[in-house]
T-cell receptor, first 119, second 108 residues
Framework: QVQLQESGPGLVKPSQTLSLACTVS??????????WSWIRQHPGKGLEWIGC?????????NPSLKSRITISIDTSKKQFSLSLNSVTAADTAVYYC????FGSGSYYWGQGTLVTVSS | EIVLTQSPGTLSLSPGDAATLSCRAS???????LAWYQQRPGQAPRLLIY???RRAPGIPDRFSGSESGTDFTLTISRLEPEDFAVYYC?????????FGPGTKVDMK
């Protein structure tokens, strides 16, 4: 059974960089046909797609966040990561990682981790 | 960039009722690459439907999806108590893989 688990600081100061990792277990992060996504949800709001990385290492980002985000993958650690710089209170949200399959949407999700931006 | 709109914003129904949720795309969604997710409070989203009409593994057959041009519909034939939740559509055919704003199905 594939499982994803987000990890990282729950509190980040304004103007700093938010860094999260998603560890994949029960399956290979190197297998073809998948993409690895980050999605966030502001408190009481809907889902916002942040971006994704493919096994090739290429990425797609939400245009509204593109200037501030980097998604990377470390197959040796079975992890992919999100880096969001210059954070403000507006970046306070629950951050989810997910595995998408080409043609099939995202079946596997992490439980989500709340990141609060505050001094 | 494809923008998804969902209607209604809230649907107030009773257990046993049928629910019809709509998702409209601003452009054609390639290869019917439209998914529906259910999110219960405090939980991660759960994939219900992919490819506009295919049920994900383990999803009861009371959930069905359909497509007509740029309009997509999620139908729940008979609401069970656990179906009262928020439902999101997402297109994953062309980046950015945006979500719709969601439809909340609450109990009347």
């Amino acid at each position: 059974q594939v499982q994803l688990q987000e990890s990282g600081p729950g509190l980040v100061k304004p103007s700093q960089t938010l860094s999260l990792a998603c560890t994949v277990s029960g399956g290979s992060i190197s297998s073809g046909g998948y993409y690895w996504s980050w999605i966030r949800q502001h408190p009481g709001k809907g889902l916002e797609w942040i971006g994704c990385i493919y096994n090739s290492g290429s990425t797609d980002y939400n245009p509204s966040l593109k200037s501030r985000i980097t998604i990377s993958i470390d197959t040796s650690k079975k992890q992919f990561s999100l880096s969001l710089n210059s954070v403000t209170a507006a970046d306070t949200a629950v951050y989810y990682c997910a595995r998408g399959a080409f043609g099939s949407g995202s079946y596997y999700w992490g439980q989500g981790t709340l990141v609060t931006v505050s001094s | 960039e494809i923008v998804l709109t969902q209607s209604p914003g809230t649907l107030s129904l009773s257990p046993g009722d049928a629910a019809t949720l709509s998702c409209r795309a601003s452009q054609r969604v390639s290869s019917s690459s439209l998914a529906w997710y259910q999110q219960r409070p405090g939980q991660a989203p759960r994939l219900l439907i992919y490819g506009a009409s295919r049920r994900a593994p383990g999803i009861p057959d009371r959930f069905s999806g359909s497509e007509s041009g740029t309009d997509f519909t999620l139908t729940i034939s008979r609401l069970e108590p656990e179906d009262f939740a928020v439902y999101y559509c997402q297109q994953y055919g062309r980046s950015p893989f945006a979500f719709g704003p969601g439809t909340k199905v609450d109990m009347k």
